[in-house]
Structures are given as C-alpha cells and as structure tokens.
Nanobody
Framework: QVHLVESGGGAVQPGGSLRLSCAAS????????IGWYRQAPGRERELVAT???????NYTDSVKGRFTISRDNAKNTVYLQMNSPKPEDTAVYLC?????????WGQGTQVTVSS
C-alpha cells in the first residue's frame, strides 16, 4: 500500500509563490508516476501536472511556465512549485500516485489565491 500526504497549502497573493509537497510512504517502489490535481468548488477535478519515474513532466496548459513539478527520491516526495499564482488557481490540490496495484489519492491541501 502507498500512503500520500500533501502539505504546503494556504493563502497566497496573486503573483506570489507557494510550494506544495506530496510525501509518499509504504511500498513506494511500486509508484509509476505521481500527479497533482485540483478541484475548485462546483468544478470537476482536473489534472495540473504529472511526473514519471524518468522525471518526464507534463502540465496542463493553464499552468505552463508558472508551475513546476519536481521530485526528491531520497525523501519520496514530489513538489509543485507555484509561481505567479492567479485567483483561478484557487482549489483543493491533491496528489495521485499511479502504482502497480492501482491509483492512490492523498487527502488534499487547500490553496487560496487572493489579494
């Protein structure tokens, strides 16, 4: 089993920066890729960014050039660096691990972008 815990959320002003963390524990050798998703009130959950074992990263168009996904294998942690956030980035951010045994979600962390 893989267990994910997100942290780092909070309130940030537009144009500021915030770094989210997704710490994995358990049978982490079974993780194929990890992605960050977000869900705003009244909207569907959407993919923000993913990173694979070979560090290949993909982003949704709305965050390209502003957000960066990275990983620290020694800490079993994936980060989402959010630069120049916009009010429309406000959402609960969740990480999801694709594993050999299926998908596993974290509990999420709230990000609020407001002046």
């Amino acid at each position: 089993q893989v267990h994910l815990v997100e942290s780092g959320g909070g309130a940030v002003q537009p144009g500021g920066s915030l770094r989210l963390s997704c710490a994995a524990s358990g049978t982490t050798f079974g993780i194929i890729a990890i992605g960050w998703y977000r869900q705003a009130p009244g909207r569907e959950r959407e993919l923000v960014a993913t990173i694979a074992r070979d560090d290949t990263a993909n982003y949704t168009d709305s965050v390209k050039g502003r957000f960066t996904i990275s990983r620290d294998n020694a800490k079993n942690t994936v980060y989402l660096q959010m630069n120049s956030p916009k009010p429309e980035d406000t959402a609960v951010y969740l990480c999801k691990a694709e594993t050999f045994w299926g998908a596993k979600w974290g509990q999420g962390t709230q990000v609020t972008v407001s002046s």
